[in-house]
């Protein structure tokens, strides 16, 4: 079965630094790649996705990721962090073909933004 | 248009009785999902709906969970004699259609919180 690790459970970035939130994937082939983030008591919004081509993706809210073949990593970055960027951000993938396309989530990492 | 709405937004109750969880899906929406969020487990796939039939029910815990969709639509997720370990926020998602060749974004409800005493 697929599983997806976010290494890091709580990062703390001053406003105006850069981010970058790390994401590994255990799957055989190429699974579909998505970053979601949850503000506190919001529901899960999707910041963007990769299914295949071009590895560099563009999402909302200036963030970017990076896919990785040889390393099973999809991470997320930004150049320079607001202070709403404070929210919980989940890595997720998506079984191509299996059926029900049910999202396998990380644990999720914590971002908390100091002014 | 609207989004996917869950109710209620908060539910306390005692451990031992029934819950049912209601979602409203995306209007048009064939495919419906239910997931958990909790503390130790983070985010679960539970039950996933197309249309009204249920053909992958792999996430649900045990028995005592179960849900339902009517005309298409509204779905109901019921946890009969609940536990402490239900305590979670449950949350519901939509998409265009679950089982195509391509993939239809999954949009997410605000989640219904649910505490078992």
């Known amino acids: 079965a697929q599983s997806v690790t976010q290494p890091d459970i709580h990062i703390t970035v001053s406003e105006g630094a850069s981010l970058e939130l790390r994401c590994n994937y255990s799957y055989g082939a190429t699974p579909y790649l998505f970053w979601y983030v949850q503000s506190p008591g919001q529901g899960l919004q999707l910041l963007l996705k990769?299914?295949?081509?071009?590895?560099l993706v563009q999402g909302i809210k200036g963030f970017e990721a990076e896919f990785k073949r040889s390393q099973s990593s999809f991470n997320l970055r930004k150049p320079s962090v607001h202070w709403s960027d404070a929210a919980e951000y989940f890595c997720a993938v998506v079984v191509p073909g299996a059926g029900s396309y049910q999202l396998t989530f990380g644990k999720g990492t914590k971002l908390s933004v100091i002014p | 248009g609207a989004g996917v709405s869950q109710s209620p937004s908060n539910k306390v109750t005692e451990k031992g009785k029934d819950v049912e969880l209601r979602c409203d899906p995306i209007s048009g929406h064939t495919a419906l999902y239910w997931y958990r969020q909790s503390l130790g487990q983070g985010l679960e796939f539970l039950i996933y709906f197309q249309g009204n039939s249920a053909p992958d029910k792999s996430g649900l815990p045990s028995d005592r969970f179960s849900a339902e969709r009517t005309g298409g639509s509204v779905s109901t997720l019921t946890i009969q004699r609940t536990q402490q370990e239900d305590s979670a926020v449950y949350l519901c998602?939509?998409?265009?259609?679950?089982?195509?060749?391509?993939?239809?974004?999954?949009?997410f409800g605000p989640g219904t919180r649910l505490t078992v005493l």
């Open positions: 998602a939509s998409s265009l259609s679950g089982s195509t060749l391509s993939y239809n974004e999954q949009f």
């Open positions: 990769y299914f295949s081509g071009d590895t």
